[in-house]
């Protein structure tokens, strides 16, 4: 009797303990992270010195769309991070570049700028910051009326674009100020900061993270998934002679951007995880009886990659330690949550190109276009042939903005004007195509290089023509490398679910970032963002 009531007890107990451990109905956190300029391979290049608790951890417990893409042009930060959290592209939610042109103004719009609000913390002149210029809603704002705004979502970043547009239009948002180094908010979010932003910027974190010296974490020599640390096609500090490690910090911080230095760093991502850890428990995200979310954006990445390209020794070294980043996040989640009951999902805003010279060295073709020589030639021959003016009003975003107004004085057909400059402009080396304004507005492109250019493209904010580079041909200088093609290299970017709802799993087949709201939204069973034209990712909804 004895016997059978000790088994009937452990029965009981492995049956209880299985559920405490099930997924909850839906999970106490979404946490959404965008890596700055990351790259699909680094995955894998990298992997043989990554921990089992951060990337692979992701990779072998979650599921990982390994052909993940852009699906439109330009690849740069701001539209990357609208069009993840909004579930469509540029040409709809209206955020096309990072800033671009506006006629109406005759001057620049800040993709996240807004001069109707001031700093709430930090300094004025990185205060006028707020997601009005996005003309839709994103996952984090469908998930806030789909419970009554008790949900409470949270944006952080180094760069303030990247906390504003993913915390949409109903959350918060909290960016890092590169003149005093506090972390800081605006008046569309808060009147003043929160008592737990005061008391992290209290403890002066970036002071202590600018007195460390970064070296790698291993002998410089095993570094074989780079080249070597001294070369001539990464950027160089001011300070220093040659782009090598070690950076010591405390000597480097005068000459390059004080507070500002830390970015340029892997403690810029430490310092972003140490603020969106602090966000958790001020906020006590995860804790109510609604789920929360957390959009954490690491921009060092962008900024390491820009100075010394993807083939460098800092390049690799960032990625390990962002790494061991992520392995501190999740098992920081596992404590707070428990397993399984959290979802995270990891991508980024774009990838990045080969420094051009090194491709040039390797017998790569590759280039670097002279924009203002092709500009000042394209304005000598409107001169000549359509009579003298500034026919020519900007060029930002590989696009050309003509002036039409001039054409009008002049009597010259804009249409026709468009047509003639695109067709000229293939004269010169590393230009590949150029589409007009007429073809992106009358004209529908089903896919290639036309269609990401068009599914980019905005009727009102848009150039009048569109440059298409040959690959690898960029407009930048020798050392470091950019990003904005419609080339895979700038498109083919991570696609990683884990934890809660999530199957473990993998699929080749080619999805779009513009399906990452859609499929938060199916997992969350909230309504989609509301110009959301992507989908669901199918091998993960269909496991609920």
């Known amino acids: 009797m004895r016997k059978s009531l000790a088994f009937l007890i452990l029965i009981l107990g492995i049956q209880f303990s299985g559920w405490a451990q099930s997924p909850t109905e839906k999970p106490k956190i979404v946490v959404g992270i965008i890596v700055d300029q990351m790259r699909q391979e680094y995955l894998y290049r990298f992997a043989d010195r990554y921990t089992e608790g951060g990337f692979k951890r992701m990779m072998n417990e979650g599921f990982m769309m390994t052909n993940g893409h852009y699906n439109y042009a330009p690849t740069v930060t701001g539209p990357g991070h609208a069009s993840v959290y909004t579930g469509t592209t540029p040409a709809t939610h209206g955020i096309i570049s990072n800033d671009w042109y506006s006629r109406k103004l005759n001057g620049f719009i800040y993709c996240a700028g807004d001069s109707t609000v001031t700093n709430v913390g930090g300094t004025p002149e990185n205060g006028n910051i707020s997601p009005r210029n996005l003309l839709t809603t994103t996952v984090t704002d469908e998930l806030r009326f789909a419970t009554g705004k008790r949900s409470k979502v949270v944006g952080v970043a180094i760069k303030d674009r990247g906390a504003a547009l993913p915390a949409g239009h109903t959350g918060d948002a909290y960016w890092y100020d590169d003149v005093n180094g506090d972390f800081m908010t605006s008046t569309y979010y808060h009147d003043s900061l929160p008592a737990w932003v005061t008391a992290f910027n209290a403890k002066k974190i970036p002071d202590s993270y600018l007195s460390k010296t970064w070296e790698t974490m291993y002998p410089l020599d095993t570094y074989v998934n780079s080249i070597a640390d001294n070369n001539d096609f990464e950027g160089i500090p001011a300070g220093k002679t040659t782009p090598t490690f070690p950076y010591h910090l405390d000597s480097l911080r005068a000459a390059n ?168 402009m293939l004269r010169f080396n590393g230009i590949k195509e150029v589409y007009t304004a007429e073809d992106m507005r009358t004209r529908q492109f089903p896919y290639g290089r036309a269609h990401l250019l068009q599914m980019g493209y905005n009727h009102v904010s848009s150039g009048d023509l569109l440059l298409v580079f040959e690959p690898a041909w960029m407009v930048s200088g020798t050392r470091g490398t950019t990003h904005g093609s419609p080339y895979n290299y700038d498109t083919n970017v991570p696609m990683l679910f884990f934890g809660w709802g999530v199957p473990q799993g993998s699929s080749a087949r080619k999805a779009s970032i513009t399906d990452i709201a859609p499929t938060v939204s199916a997992l969350l069973k909230i309504k989609y963002p509301n110009a959301a034209d992507g989908e669901p990712i199918v091998e993960i909804v269909d496991n609920k």
């Open 257 to 424: 951007g004080g507070y500002g230095l830390i970015a340029s760093t892997p403690y810029g991502n430490s310092m972003t995880l140490d603020f969106a850890l602090a966000a958790i428990e001020g906020e006590k995200l995860g804790q109510g009886e609604v789920t929360d979310f957390l959009a954490v954006s690491f921009s060092s990445t962008d900024y390491v990659g820009h100075r010394y390209g993807p083939t460098s020794v800092e390049l690799e070294d960032i990625y390990l330690r962002l790494d061991r980043e992520f392995e501190r996040l999740f098992t920081y989640l596992d404590k707070a949550y428990g397993k399984g009951q959290y979802l995270v999902f990891l991508s980024a805003d774009h990838a990045v190109a080969d420094n051009a010279p090194y491709m040039i060295s390797q017998r790569v073709p590759a280039g670097n276009l002279n924009t203002n020589y092709i500009l000042g030639q394209i304005s000598g021959y409107c001169n000549a042939k359509y009579g003298q003016g500034e026919w020519i009003l900007k060029y930002t975003g590989d696009q050309v903005f003509l002036n039409r107004r001039l054409a009008d004085e002049k009597k010259v057909d804009f249409l026709a004007l468009q047509r003639d400059l695109a067709d000229w």
